[in-house]
C-alpha cells in the first residue's frame, strides 16, 4: 500500500510569523492561498503545510497520486483501496471515503498516541 506524497500539516496561530519563519530555515513557497489562512513551502523534497484555524493539532498528510511535486502519477493506489486495505487489517478509520465514488476524496484516522493522519487525494 503507497500513501502518496508525505507533508506535515502545521497548526499555526500566525500564518505570516510562521512563513516567515521557516523561510528563514529555507523554505520556499509552493502553494496555497495567505487569504484563506493556509501555505504550502517545500525546502527540498521537504514539504510542510502551514494552516491558521483550520485543524485542532498538527497532522501527518499523505496525498495518493501525487508526487512530492504535487505532480499527478500515472499509477498510484486510490484512497478508497488504501481504506479497504486498512479495514481489513483492523485499523479504525475516523472519516471514511465514499466508496461509491472515483477522483478526490480523504480519509482521515488516529494512530496510537493520538496523532491524526489525512490521507488526502487530490486527483
Avoid at 503507497?2 to 510562521?18: E, H, P, Q, R, Y
Avoid at 495518493?64 to 479504525?92: C, H, S, Y
Avoid at 472519516?95 to 490521507?119: C, H, K, Q, R, S
Wanted: glycine share 8%; proline share 4%.
Amino acid at each position: 500500500m503507497n500513501l502518496g506524497a508525505f507533508s506535515m500539516s502545521l497548526t499555526v496561530k500566525d500564518l505570516a510569523a510562521s512563513k516567515q519563519f521557516y523561510e528563514q530555515l529555507g523554505f520556499a513557497y509552493f502553494g496555497g492561498n495567505e487569504a484563506q489562512n493556509w501555505l504550502i513551502l517545500k525546502n527540498g523534497s521537504c514539504v510542510i503545510g502551514l494552516f491558521q484555524g483550520m485543524f485542532e493539532k498538527n497532522m501527518l498528510t499523505f496525498n495518493p497520486g501525487w508526487d512530492e511535486n504535487a505532480q499527478p502519477l500515472q499509477v498510484f493506489d486510490d484512497v478508497r483501496k488504501i481504506q479497504q486495505t486498512m479495514r481489513q487489517k483492523g485499523v479504525t478509520i475516523n472519516t471514511m471515503a465514499d466508496e461509491t465514488t472515483v477522483g478526490p476524496a480523504f480519509l482521515t484516522l488516529t494512530d496510537p498516541d493520538g496523532n491524526p493522519i489525512l490521507i488526502d487525494q487530490h486527483v
